[in-house]
């Protein structure tokens, strides 16, 4: 069975700063490994996704996430980020042979002024 | 192009009364999905569908929700007799995986809350 961590229920960071929110997920098979975005009263929105291929994905807004198979891992990072990126971010996996997604619990981004 | 459109965007009602909560799937999408959000359990998978057909209820409560897709541009997720522990958001999410995975894009949810 799948499934995904993500430890930091709440991330607080000054504006500027960089940040990493954490993803680790377990899974016995191949994985693909998405990063969404949930703003306020909002559904979610796809922020990058790992299917295959180049390990590092990026987003069109300056984020990126690394698939590291050795530590099962999915991290999302900043360099700098703006109040603007405050948010609630899921890491979710799913993997060849489903269309579910397994969603992590969320981290909450609150960036400060 | 229109996203997925949920119906209505907040729902208030009376322990006991049927809820039907109600979403358009992008056109041309194959899958739709349907998730509800709590504090307490995240974010939930409840049912999915593959060209109108049930793949995978497996996280449905219980008895009193049913879901439903008579067609490819329209699905109920219903509640019949609702609870206090049944307020949440429902989402509704839809794509395409033709070809293999695809991102799943999801609607504005519904705030459903039960007194």
């Known amino acids: 069975a799948q499934s995904v961590t993500q430890l930091d229920s709440q991330v607080p960071v000054f504006e500027e700063a960089p940040v990493e929110l954490r993803c680790n997920y377990s899974s016995s098979v191949s994985v693909y490994l998405f990063w969404y975005v949930q703003y306020p009263n909002q559904g979610l929105q796809l922020l990058l996704k790992y299917l295959s291929g180049s390990t590092l994905v990026e987003s069109i807004n300056g984020f990126e996430a690394e698939f590291n198979k050795s530590q099962t891992s999915f991290h999302l990072r900043k360099p700098s980020v703006h109040i603007s990126d405050t948010a609630e971010y899921f890491c979710a996996v799913s993997g060849p042979g489903t269309y579910k997604y397994i969603f992590g619990t969320g981290t909450r981004l609150k960036v400060l002024a | 192009d229109a996203g997925v459109i949920q119906s209505p965007r907040h729902e208030v009602t009376e322990m006991g009364q049927e809820v039907t909560l109600r979403c358009k799937p992008i056109?041309?999408?194959?899958?739709l999905f349907w998730y509800r959000q709590t504090m307490m359990r995240g974010l939930e998978l409840l049912i999915y569908f593959n060209n109108n057909v049930p793949i995978d209820d497996s996280g449905m409560p219980e008895d009193r929700f049913s879901a439903k897709m008579p067609n490819a541009s329209f699905s109920t997720l219903k509640i019949q007799p609702s609870e206090p522990r049944d307020s949440a958001v429902y989402f509704c999410?839809?794509?395409?995986?033709?070809?293999?995975?695809?991102?799943?894009?999801f609607g504005p949810g519904t705030r459903l809350t039960v007194l």
């Open positions: 056109s041309g999408h194959d899958y």
């Open positions: 999410a839809s794509s395409s995986h033709q070809g293999g995975p695809d991102t799943q894009y």
